[in-house]
């Protein structure tokens, strides 16, 4: 059976909203595109609604309401993938090519290659080495928090696999990260464990969803900017509880500062 | 000139985060490194302000308006930029420090570290948000003039 053109075009809006949700698009971009996209090809009686676990998309289309939702579950910030799909937004909004060669286009952007596991964990391991000397640390610091941002990178890949909770996945990645250097200053180093704490806890901290909550306040996204706040105040409390209870055990029993 | 090592710091940790990010194009891993060194460099430049809160604000306020110029002069969304450029603000240090004197039991400290957490936090989404805010309004009546 030959699938009708609206209900084709109102499938390659969702997975483009779908896409553009999963790699760390504003819940205002993600509208804003899919409302161009349909004015593009010539629809205008249409609602669009996005949170970041659901898209709601509506056409009516010659008396016919056609009608898809679909469901979020993982995201991950991807940018260059961002950038991709936003280049693809406004090349289709600009030439309306058919359906088919949409499609085609985005499975080519969704399926490139990201950066290899090594990349990853070497990444991670920077980032605590750089932020640890950016906060002051020494240098024997820096090449203790290349462990622990290593640990957080082994901790979230291996959680991430078991499907765990976001709450759960937080308290284990920091624990370990903790553990590093406590158990190498128990073991005698003269390290600074807040230093390489923090330069480590760089990489948990949702820094980038509390800008993204206030962002998305302003653009009259409340229920977006409500359950992203809910998330932000989660990990933090993650974040604390990973942390406090490696520290606080150690400072109890052995004795470490 | 050892004032600003943190710059250089800031660079190459937001150019880590960069690969963390997926963001693949050379050009934009640099400028967004830029940006977070630039973001630092607002924040140390500032230090004649009484209110550290303040010093956040601004940094994030210059961080985000060049996020949006780059994503103009790019043709590219400017949450890329932003997202890298506004990490070495994001106040982990203030979060380690408030849950260490919760675990040490100074509570006096605790609250006043946690407010100044707060504050930070607070402020560096009320300048992103004011440029935002900002941007939509301008870009949205050059719209309405080209459709005029």
């Known amino acids: 059976m030959k699938i009708e053109k609206t209900e084709h075009f109102l499938n390659f809006c969702c997975e483009m909203g779908r896409h553009l949700v999963q790699s760390g698009a504003e819940i205002y971009r993600v509208e804003d595109s899919i409302t161009r996209l349909m004015h593009a090809y010539g629809y205008t009686d249409i609602e669009v609604f996005a949170i970041p676990s659901c898209i709601i998309l509506n056409i009516m289309h010659e008396d016919h309401n056609y009608t898809k939702s679909i469901r979020i579950r993982s995201s991950a910030i991807a940018l260059d993938k961002l950038d991709k799909l936003n280049n693809l937004c406004r090349r289709v909004c600009r030439e309306t090519p058919d359906i088919d060669t949409c499609f085609a286009q985005l499975r080519e952007i969704t399926s490139a290659p990201l950066y290899s596991e090594l990349v990853s964990y070497l990444a991670h391991g920077f980032v605590a080495v750089f932020f640890t000397l950016f906060w002051g640390g020494t240098a024997l610091d820096a090449v203790i928090a290349f462990a622990s941002g290593l640990a957080v990178k082994f901790a979230n890949t291996t959680l991430g696999r078991m499907n765990t909770n976001i709450f759960f996945t937080n308290v284990c990645s920091s624990m370990l990260m903790a553990s590093v250097p406590l158990a190498l200053q128990y073991l005698g180093l003269n390290i600074h464990i807040d230093m390489i704490i923090i330069g480590a806890i760089m990489l948990l901290v949702p820094g980038i969803a509390i800008t993204n909550v206030m962002r998305d306040m302003i653009a009259g996204d409340f229920l977006t900017a409500m359950s992203k706040l809910t998330e932000v105040l989660i990990i933090s409390l993650a974040l604390a509880i990973g942390i406090a209870l490696p520290m606080g055990a150690a400072r109890m029993f052995l004795g470490v500062m | ?148």
Not at chain 2, 88 to 105: A, F, R
């Open chain 2, 1 to 148: 000139m050892l004032r600003f090592l943190p710059c250089l710091y800031a660079f190459i940790a937001c150019a880590s985060f960069c690969y963390i990010f997926q963001v693949r194009k050379p050009r934009f891993i640099f400028l967004c490194s830029l940006n977070g060194a630039i973001s630092w460099l607002v924040y140390l430049l500032t230090d004649f302000l009484p209110v550290e809160a303040a010093r956040y604000f601004l940094a994030t306020i210059a961080v985000s308006a060049l996020a949006e110029i780059l994503a103009r002069a790019l043709k590219a969304p400017a949450t890329i930029f932003l997202v890298i450029g506004i990490i070495p603000l994001v106040p982990g240090g203030g979060l380690y420090y408030t849950m260490d004197y919760l675990i040490s039991g100074d509570f006096a400290m605790f609250t006043a570290k946690g407010l100044q957490t707060a504050a930070a936090a607070g402020a560096i989404a009320a300048g992103a948000s004011m440029v935002t805010s900002l941007v939509r309004m301008l870009t949205w009546r050059k719209q309405a003039h080209a459709q005029s």
